[in-house]
């Protein structure tokens, strides 16, 4: 609403948690905020980007110097000091630009909420890379139980778009890396997951890096690879609901019979990840 003023975390981050906020329970209070030193506040464990522009920090930075921090960071209290929940940028601009201080708000939120807030802040200002945002979903599904379609609703995009992104996590590692060095598009990797033989995804990723390839262009290339339709099988329903299940809780694609499980990774990362979940890692 115009002339509407706001406050709290709608301040930082726009009207589109809203909702979020009001899971929370408005547990800002009147949304306030306070200086606190930067030297008492920790990283937050569930930030899903690894990655920050230099140049973009140290614009901010100067810009901090000279003006100040207009929006507060968000913050809970932890045993010692505080623990970051938004503002990363702010905080690390804040850092170069060596002060002590920097308003904070102060919030009480479990770790639930935190990890929420924590991905929509990044999703909704479109900060994350393909593979963080990916990550970020599979974070959630993994550690709050989410559904895609549940998920899909929390962060405001389509199922098809979560599903899409959650694929990515399946690509080779090779193209991973591209994808993450921005050589390859989005488009281009949901492309290359069409080919089941992963030395000519990886080929053509490749190839597709090189040369300048369009995404129609590698989709064109990935039919010439693309397996032959195999013959429609009636499915047994109670397994399609087990397969379904599992496929949700690990992530992956998930092969199953009257007699066998077949949990497919992607290399020692993926295959660790998939082990943690099920509890299976030596302690």
Do not use: C, W
């Not at 924590?118 to 963080?132: A, H, K, W």
């Not at 993926?270 to 082990?275: K, S, T, Y």
């Amino acid at each position: 609403m115009a002339g509407k003023k706001k406050s709290g975390l709608s301040t930082v981050f726009g009207e589109d948690i809203d909702s979020l906020l009001s899971d929370i329970g408005e547990k800002q209070g009147s949304g306030s905020s306070t200086d606190i030193r930067i030297r008492e506040i920790r990283a937050n464990p569930y930030q899903p980007r690894k990655v920050f522009d230099d140049t973009a920090l140290k614009e901010l930075s100067d810009s901090i110097r000279e003006h100040g921090v207009f929006q507060p960071i968000i913050v809970r209290k932890s045993l010692k000091g505080y623990e970051l929940i938004a503002g990363e940028r702010r905080l690390r601009a804040s850092k170069l630009a060596e002060l002590d201080t920097i308003p904070a708000i102060i919030v009480e939120i479990d770790d639930r909420e935190m990890m929420e807030v924590s991905l929509l802040e990044n999703i909704q200002r479109e900060d994350l890379s393909v593979m963080e945002e990916a990550a970020g979903y599979q974070q959630l599904i993994d550690k709050l139980g989410y559904t895609q379609e549940e998920l899909s609703k929390r962060v405001g995009k389509s199922r098809t778009h979560v599903t899409n992104i959650l694929r990515m996590l399946k690509a080779p590692e090779a193209v991973k890396r591209l994808l993450e060095e921005g050589k390859i598009s989005f488009g281009h990797a949901r492309a290359l997951l069409s080919i089941e033989d992963e030395d000519y995804q990886e080929e053509l990723a490749n190839k597709a890096a090189k040369e300048g390839l369009s995404v129609r262009e590698v989709e064109k290339l990935a039919k010439k690879k693309a397996p032959a339709p195999r013959p429609v099988k009636e499915e047994d329903p109670y397994l399609r609901d087990v397969k379904n299940t599992l496929e949700r809780k690990y992530g992956t694609s998930v092969e199953l019979t009257k007699k066998a499980i077949t949990i497919r990774y992607q290399g020692n990362d993926d295959l660790n990840r998939i082990l943690e979940i099920m509890d299976a890692l030596e302690k």
